[in-house]
């Protein structure tokens, strides 16, 4: 069965500092790697996803997730975290050319002004 | 903008209790799901729905059902209300590909007294 593990619950920054999330998922066949995030009291917001192509995705709000097949991984990475990037952030995985995602656990990050 | 509307953003029932939770979505998407998101347990799957009038469990279907007689409307019914079922229920659509990730609605906090 397909599986998603986000191994950090809980990450404290300060701004400036640069962030990585990380998300390994365990299936053997082809699949879409998608980032999401929530804003304190707000709805789920697709941050960035992965269907082919170039390995390097980049999303919005300056975030970029970078897709290792062969360490089945999706992690997210900024540079340069900002207060406002305060939330929590799942990752999720699809077999191709299906409908049906698994989300990670997700990570909690606060950003210190 | 599109959107997937949750009809309640709080709801309080009473154990016993039948509860309808309601989200329709105006993007003509086939696919339509519930999910619930707990602390800790990120997000799980309750039902979806990939057409009208169909429907497939997901991972913790025990308690609830669904209903779905029309393409925007997916309906999540918990027969008999219980104190494990307080949590925050969210609602998301995608194109029958899944392509372009989800789209959810602002979710509904339920608390089961």
Same mark, same amino acid.
């Given at each position: 069965?397909?599986?998603?593990?986000?191994?950090?619950?809980?990450?404290?920054?300060?701004?400036?500092?640069?962030?990585?999330?990380? =998300?390994?998922?365990?299936?053997?066949?082809?699949?879409?790697? &998608?980032?999401?995030?929530?804003?304190?009291?707000?709805?789920?917001?697709?941050?960035?996803?992965? &269907?082919?192509?170039?390995?390097?995705?980049?999303?919005?709000?300056? &975030?970029?997730?970078?897709?290792?097949?062969?360490?089945?991984?999706?992690?997210?990475?900024?540079?340069?975290?900002?207060?406002?990037?305060?939330?929590?952030?799942? =990752?999720?995985?699809?077999?191709?050319?299906?409908?049906?995602?698994?989300?990670?656990?997700?990570?909690?990050?606060?950003?210190?002004? | 903008?599109?959107?997937?509307?949750?009809?309640?953003?709080?709801?309080?029932?009473?154990?016993?209790?039948?509860?309808?939770?309601?989200?329709?979505?105006?993007?003509?998407?086939?696919?339509?799901?519930?999910?619930?998101?707990?602390?800790?347990?990120?997000?799980?799957?309750?039902?979806?729905?990939?057409?009208?009038?169909?429907? @497939?469990?997901?991972?913790?279907?025990?308690?609830?059902?669904?209903?779905?007689?029309?393409?925007?409307?997916?309906?999540?019914?918990? @027969?008999?209300?219980?104190?494990?079922?307080?949590?925050?229920?969210?609602?998301?659509?995608?194109?029958?590909?899944?392509?372009?990730?989800?789209?959810?609605?602002?979710?509904?906090?339920?608390?089961?007294?």
């Amino acid at each position: 069965a397909q599986s998603v593990s986000q191994h950090n619950h809980h990450v404290i920054l300060s701004e400036a500092a640069s962030l990585e999330l990380g =998300c390994n998922y365990s299936y053997g066949g082809t699949v879409n790697l &998608f980032w999401y995030v929530q804003y304190p009291g707000q709805h789920l917001q697709l941050l960035l996803k992965y &269907f082919s192509g170039d390995p390097l995705v980049k999303g919005i709000k300056g &975030f970029e997730a970078e897709f290792i097949k062969s360490k089945f991984s999706f992690n997210l990475r900024k540079p340069s975290v900002q207060w406002s990037d305060t939330a929590e952030y799942f =990752c999720a995985v699809t077999a191709s050319g299906t409908y049906k995602y698994i989300f990670g656990t997700g990570t909690r990050l606060k950003v210190l002004a | 903008d599109v959107k997937v509307t949750q009809s309640s953003r709080y709801l309080v029932k009473r154990t016993g209790e039948k509860v309808f939770l309601e989200c329709v979505q105006d993007m003509d998407h086939e696919n339509m799901f519930w999910y619930r998101q707990d602390p800790g347990l990120g997000l799980r799957l309750i039902y979806f729905s990939y057409d009208v009038k169909m429907k @497939e469990k997901g991972d913790i279907p025990e308690g609830y059902s669904v209903s779905r007689e029309k393409k925007e409307r997916f309906s999540l019914i918990l @027969e008999s209300a219980s104190t494990n079922q307080t949590s925050m229920y969210l609602c998301a659509s995608s194109l029958m590909t899944g392509l372009g990730g989800y789209t959810f609605g602002s979710g509904t906090r339920l608390t089961v007294v």
